[in-house]
T-cell receptor, first 112, second 114 residues
């Protein structure tokens, strides 16, 4: 079955700098890759996603890139702000599958 | 997006007792799921809640411990039975709509067993 590895487990950056979180997946049939942000005491919130027919997607300060050949995808946050501090999860799923497979999570801390 | 109402948001329970968690969504969905998130960990799928039939459990989870109901397309419950301190976790319901891969989560239930 699918396996998703996420790195790093913790990341600390200065406010205003960029943050990058990387995930690799094992099943080449996976074709949908969402990213979730989980703030303390809340459920995961979908922040951006990408499908296998595109290589990059951007939404304001957040972007996701996908390399199908290497089977990895990354979350990029630019101009980080204190409110970006949270735990981020990547996930992967293929068409027809029911279950999202999650990465281990990255605790991102933005230092003022 | 989707509106998912999950309750209770938190509870502290005595070992040996049971807790039922409710999940109400704002529109009919095809798939509802229950996850467990242990402290500092990722999300682990407990089961898929099937409307009108028995839930489909993942390896390591059994119906006697985590009975699930889904009487209609907008409501599901998860019961954590005969609780022990090891059951202390966040429990999350999730949904996906027909023909759509996007998944949404409730706010979670933070359970502490003492």
């Amino acid at each position: 079955g699918e396996n998703v590895e996420q790195h790093p487990s913790t990341l600390s950056v200065q406010e205003g700098d960029s943050a990058v979180i990387k995930c690799t997946y094992s099943d080449s049939a996976s074709n949908y890759f969402p990213w979730y942000k989980q703030e303390l005491g809340k459920g995961p919130q979908l922040i951006i996603d990408i499908r296998s027919n595109v290589g990059e997607k951007k939404d304001q300060r957040i972007a996701v890139t996908l390399n199908k050949t290497a089977k990895h995808f990354s979350l990029h946050i630019t101009e980080t702000q204190p409110e970006d501090s949270a735990v981020y999860f990547c996930a992967a799923i293929k068409s027809g599958a029911q279950k999202l497979v999650f990465g281990q999570g990255t605790r991102l801390t933005i230092n003022p | 997006s989707a509106v998912i109402s999950q309750k209770p948001s938190r509870d502290i329970c005595q070992r040996g007792t049971s807790l039922t968690i409710q999940c109400q969504v704002d529109s009919q969905v095809t798939m509802m799921f229950w996850y467990r998130q242990q402290p500092g960990q990722s999300l682990t799928l407990i089961a898929t809640a099937n409307q009108g039939s028995e839930a489909t459990y993942e390896s390591g989870f059994v119906i006697d411990k985590f009975p699930i109901s889904r009487p209609n397309l907008t409501f599901s419950t998860l019961t954590v039975s005969n609780m022990s301190p090891e059951d202390s976790s966040i429990y999350l319901c999730s949904l996906r709509r027909t023909g759509n891969t996007e998944a949404f989560f409730g706010q979670g239930t933070r359970l502490t067993v003492v």
